[in-house]
């Protein structure tokens, strides 16, 4: 395209537009919606665009003294010229991909040059602003427009309009709170009186665009003229209102509405966010790894937080880090606050499974539970004080801020139904509790892919049971305490597999690191010791003998199963058990999976494989019809990976977690990492967090290469992906270029999984 053709009339004062292929991919910002309003025949003010390569050689030819591109250039602006044939007051604007404050604001009042050189000329009023417009958009071809990295910084723009008679409004074309049409007001000013005909500009405009947009216009003896428009940032759930909208208006399909909704973003419509006012500022940030917002008292453990509950009162739990037996203090707590811990943390994956918001990794948190006090940085909190909590964006702030609660109506299940049409791979979730279940069910779970059986000991009297199992030395006692846990895991499966009708429930093998079951404070070792009739100095001796160095690579998953046959044996009858119980009261067959977590060698698999099916056909449940079992495995290990093709002829399923394959490939703890990850990235060391975003060329390749030779030896083997990654719109889409049968997220992540999963397949 030739210098010339990069000065040109969008919207011609006579006729249409007539561009070139090149000339409509120059047309970014307001220029690409002066386009196309006026190419719907909507009476637009006469506008012409010049590029900054233009622009520039303009500039050369007049020290030059050459005219030829001035002529080219005079020409254009004369199609700014109305029927009359008079020159009229001209308008400088900036047309950037992205709104800048730094931009130049529009020049208005400009005299039309009155000799050709004048229309160049730098010192004149028309080269003047168009000059200053182009400074504005800064020195790089990014710059302050937030151009896009691809965009040639010659080929950035400059509009110039004829100025339009009669008074400037604006107004938007959907409402960005609730997404209905408009116009509606800008910024809660009052909506200006406006002729019937806006109503046709913007049915125009938000079919064209798809987006809410706010649109100047010039109105003068009841006439409207469009001037200009540009998108902005609308709620979640006014995008989603205004998507289900427009196919009913039969401007889209729904295969359109379910490709341009942002899967990232339909996770905020679930939760509560703050309504914020200008004047409150954080008092810190840290990670948000669990969306929505709460306020509450502050508390430091969970009985407080439970008898909080109990009478009614909202609380933030503030602890330096979670564990196991944080769990019932997580559940009755509004919002969970950590010093320590990530994305993958034990309070961000308890926390998105229960739906509660929660900030980690806050490093100017340090709690203090024996004097019940923490501080924030070098501010004093104690318990009975109040904080607000936002787990979308890691803000925390001081006192008790204005929440707005979520509502979609129906536009969300209108949208995940279109979804789940053009959807090929299943979407499961994370759970182990019969409430957890129903409520991704209602998000449209299609099976349980991951229930972390040792999510099911943390009441006290089970944990004293599994206590009582790894650390007696006398058989009578650990078989007893191994009946009981029978009996208590039994009513959990059974209920759990009644809750899911019929749909897969695929059922993790016991892992933990074994150090989170044990006690740790001298408190603790003295009720554990009185409860299991120890003395306080035999259990420490054994603690010490058990004890491990780095317990994340030690005696956890299938490392339990095989050292501790008796737990194997009790978990594997419970679930049968449960599949047993549930089966007699339902009418659809109960479907187990078995799965075997932390393998790293086809041994392993056959040594656990060959007890489990001694198990089921003692059971008499592997000839029945009313229970359907099969037996898989979890790749959290590089090994298994690279061995999967021996592993493949052992299994049904194999599941990736892909939190512990990404700690184990990287060689990154996932609950250390946030203190040099956010270094990593500023400093371009990582593009993203791992823990976050799926790593593809290592972890991906890894995931790649099990599953080409799982397939290879095993060709019906059914892949599922259940780390938190499975939740995650970008390693979403990695994962279903690799032909993976299902994925399970946490149940508040089930319609981000079912809506980004969906645009892969269309």
């Known amino acids: 395209m030739s210098l010339a053709q990069e000065m040109f009339a969008i919207a011609p004062a006579l006729g249409k537009a007539n561009l070139g292929a090149a000339q409509l991919k120059l047309l970014t910002g307001k220029a690409r919606w002066i386009f196309r309003v006026g190419e719907a025949g909507f009476p637009t003010v006469p506008t012409i665009a010049i590029t900054r390569a233009a622009w520039d050689e303009l500039q050369a030819e007049r020290s030059r003294r050459d005219s030829r591109l001035r002529t080219h250039w005079v020409a254009c602006l004369f199609k700014l010229v109305e029927k009359d044939g008079k020159p009229p007051v001209l308008v400088v604007r900036t047309s950037a991909v992205l709104h800048n404050g730094g931009l130049m604001p529009a020049k208005t009042g400009i005299a039309a040059p009155s000799a050709p050189e004048d229309s160049v000329d730098p010192n004149r009023p028309l080269a003047r602003a168009i000059k200053e417009a182009f400074e504005s958009y800064g020195p790089t071809g990014r710059g302050w427009a937030g151009a896009r990295s691809d965009v040639d910084r010659s080929r950035q723009i400059v509009l110039v309009q004829a100025y339009a008679e009669g008074e400037i409004e604006q107004f938007l074309t959907r409402n960005a709170a609730t997404g209905v049409i408009g116009p509606a007001p800008v910024n809660g000013h009052p909506l200006p009186r406006l002729p019937e005909s806006v109503a046709a500009l913007v049915s125009l405009l938000d079919a064209k665009a798809g987006r809410h947009m706010t649109c100047a216009v010039a109105v003068h003896k009841g006439q409207v003229r469009f001037l200009s428009a540009r998108p902005i940032e609308a709620s979640p759930a006014a995008e989603l209102t205004a998507a289900v909208d427009r196919v009913e208006r039969k401007v889209w399909t729904p295969q359109n509405a379910v490709s341009r909704v942002d899967p990232s973003r339909l996770g905020l419509v679930l939760h509560p966010r703050i309504k914020l006012t200008h004047d409150v500022a954080p008092i810190a940030t840290g990670l948000g790894v669990a969306p929505g917002a709460a306020s509450g008292i502050i508390t430091f453990n969970a009985e407080d937080a439970a008898r909080l509950r109990a009478r009614g009162k909202h609380c933030i739990l503030v602890v330096n880090e979670t564990g196991p037996a944080d769990i019932e203090g997580m559940k009755a707590a509004t919002g969970i606050l950590t010093a320590r811990g990530g994305m993958s943390s034990h309070a961000g994956v308890i926390a998105r499974i229960t739906g509660k918001p929660c900030v980690a990794g806050l490093r100017t948190l340090s709690v203090n539970v024996a004097e019940m006090v923490c501080h924030i940085g070098d501010r004093e909190f104690r318990a009975g004080d109040r904080l607000t ?353 299902y994925v399970s997220c946490s149940p508040y992540r089930v319609p981000i999984a079912r809506l980004a999963l969906a645009q892969t397949s269309a």
Not at 417 to 431: E, K, L, M, P, Q
Not at 572 to 583: H, I, N
């Open 389 to 741: 909590i936002d787990g979308t964006d890691g803000k925390v702030y001081v006192g008790t801020l204005p929440l707005a609660q979520p509502q979609i109506g129906g536009a969300i299940g209108r949208l995940l139904g279109w979804s789940d049409a053009s959807r090929t791979i299943a979407v499961r979730t994370n759970v182990e509790t019969v409430e957890s279940a129903q409520t991704a069910l209602s998000f449209g779970a299609e099976g349980i892919g991951l229930a972390r059986s040792e999510h099911m000991f943390f009441s006290p009297e089970r944990m004293v049971a599994l206590r009582r199992v790894i650390l007696s030395e006398d058989e009578d006692a650990r078989s007893k305490a191994i009946a009981g846990l029978i009996d208590y895991q039994t009513g959990d499966y059974s209920a759990l597999f009644s809750a899911m009708h019929g749909l897969p429930v695929t059922v993790r093998l016991f892992d933990p690191p074994l150090h989170e079951f044990l006690p740790r404070t001298d408190e603790e070792i003295e009720e554990t010791a009185a409860s299991l009739g120890f003395s306080v100095r035999a259990l420490r001796m054994r603690l010490e003998r058990i004890a491990e160095i780095n317990p994340m690579l030690g005696h956890r998953g299938v490392r339990l199963a095989i050292t501790y046959p008796d737990l194997l044996q009790m978990q594997v009858q419970a679930v049968l058990a449960g599949a047993r119980a549930a089966s007699e009261t339902q009418a659809e067959p109960v479907q187990v999976e078995l799965m075997v977590p932390f393998v790293s060698t086809a041994t392993e698999v056959a040594w656990v494989r060959e007890r489990t099916m001694a198990i089921l056909e003692n059971s008499g449940l592997s000839r029945s019809d009313r229970v359907r079992f099969s037996f898989g495995t979890m790749i959290e290990l590089p090994r298994a990976c690279l061995r999967a093709g021996d592993i493949a002829s052992m299994v049904d399923f194999i599941s990736f977690g892909t939190n512990d394959l990404t700690q184990t490939t990287f060689g990154i703890s996932r609950d250390d990492a946030p203190a040099f990850l956010a270094a990593y990235q500023r400093k371009g060391v990582y593009a993203r967090d791992p823990f976050v975003n799926i790593d593809e060329k290592g972890v991906g390749e890894m995931i790649q290469i099990a599953i080409e030779r799982g397939r290879a030896v095993n060709p019906r083997l059914k892949i599922g992906i259940c780390g938190e990654h499975a939740g995650d719109p970008i390693s979403l889409q990695f994962f279903a270029g690799l032909g993976v049968n």
